[in-house]
């Protein structure tokens, strides 16, 4: 009989367009040849042009999703998305905590692709604080990066590795680097697609995490990612008059 897939467990908000979010993770995981186990930590209402509301769950709630499966299965990845609130922070923290050898990949989404907030002030520290020295590999645009302090920064907070996506900047091809505790551990550059996408993030953290919970150094799992996500762009379509979606 063939062996199980390797099981990984994603932190995240809901996104009703199955572009972003929980639905994204999913989709990702599965394809990838994972079986996604899936923990909401918000609720949105969204569409393809952006985030109009967030809903944070209570923090007590999203342990105890992750706390009942955990005690039952053993997982092989994590991956973090919006986490919606400090104390949802602290709580994931609390649960990683409790499994310190699983690696764990953190997309620290702070805005949505039209600019949404999705992490105050509070957010933003509690992540920095608590889920920054559990991370394995931390996933920021430029943008998030600076946010969080730089790589530098986020490095000492913990942080194993930073892999900078090159999305925002004006540049002809889209270069992401690789950063490590002696520096730049990679560098790879893609063709920048014409088209603005919704979940491009999500989709590469969830990637990393497929490929670290079947077994591959994370600068091997960080190639792979990038180029299962860059062909979702690439096949993505516009299904109305926002963002194009990825096709996983």
């Given at each position: 009989m063939p062996?199980?897939p390797?099981l990984v467990?994603s932190?995240?908000?809901?996104?009703?367009?199955g572009g972003?979010?929980?639905q994204?993770?999913?989709?990702?995981l599965?394809?990838?040849g994972?079986?996604p186990?899936?923990?909401?930590?918000a609720?949105?209402?969204?569409?393809t042009h952006?985030?109009?509301r967030v809903q944070?769950?209570?923090a007590?709630?999203?342990?105890?999703q992750?706390e009942?499966?955990l005690?039952e299965?053993?997982?092989?990845a994590f991956?973090?998305?919006v986490?919606a609130s400090?104390?949802n922070?602290?709580?994931i923290?609390?649960?990683?905590?409790?499994?310190p050898?699983v690696p764990v990949v953190?997309?620290?989404v702070?805005?949505?692709?039209?600019?949404?907030?999705?992490a105050?002030?509070?957010?933003l520290?509690?992540?920095?604080a608590?889920?920054l020295p559990r991370t394995?590999v931390?996933t920021?645009n430029?943008?998030?990066?600076?946010?969080?302090?730089?790589v530098a920064?986020c490095?000492?907070?913990?942080?194993q590795?930073?892999?900078?996506?090159?999305?925002?900047?004006?540049t002809?091809e889209v270069?992401?680097s690789l950063?490590?505790?002696?520096?730049v551990v990679?560098?790879?550059?893609?063709?920048?697609l014409p088209a603005?996408?919704h979940g491009?993030?999500?989709?590469?953290a969830?990637?990393?995490?497929?490929?670290?919970?079947?077994g591959d150094?994370v600068?091997e799992?960080?190639?792979?990612?990038?180029?299962?996500?860059?062909?979702?762009?690439e096949r993505?379509?516009r299904p109305?008059?926002g963002?194009?979606?990825?096709?996983r």
């Amino acid at each position: 009989m063939p062996l199980p897939p390797p099981l990984v467990l994603s932190f995240a908000a809901t996104d009703p367009t199955g572009g972003a979010g929980l639905q994204a993770d999913v989709l990702t995981l599965a394809a990838l040849g994972c079986h996604p186990l899936s923990v909401a930590t918000a609720i949105t209402v969204q569409d393809t042009h952006g985030v109009a509301r967030v809903q944070a769950l209570d923090a007590r709630l999203v342990a105890e999703q992750a706390e009942r499966l955990l005690a039952e299965v053993a997982v092989a990845a994590f991956k973090i998305g919006v986490v919606a609130s400090a104390a949802n922070a602290q709580a994931i923290a609390a649960v990683l905590a409790a499994h310190p050898r699983v690696p764990v990949v953190l997309d620290p989404v702070l805005a949505s692709g039209r600019g949404d907030a999705l992490a105050g002030s509070a957010t933003l520290e509690a992540l920095r604080a608590h889920l920054l020295p559990r991370t394995t590999v931390l996933t920021p645009n430029t943008l998030e990066a600076l946010a969080l302090g730089g790589v530098a920064a986020c490095l000492a907070r913990g942080c194993q590795y930073v892999l900078v996506t090159g999305t925002h900047a004006d540049t002809p091809e889209v270069v992401n680097s690789l950063h490590g505790a002696a520096g730049v551990v990679r560098e790879d550059r893609w063709p920048r697609l014409p088209a603005s996408y919704h979940g491009s993030g999500c989709t590469l953290a969830s990637a990393i995490a497929a490929r670290l919970a079947h077994g591959d150094p994370v600068p091997e799992a960080a190639r792979a990612a990038q180029d299962y996500t860059w062909h979702a762009l690439e096949r993505g379509f516009r299904p109305a008059s926002g963002q194009h979606l990825p096709v996983r």
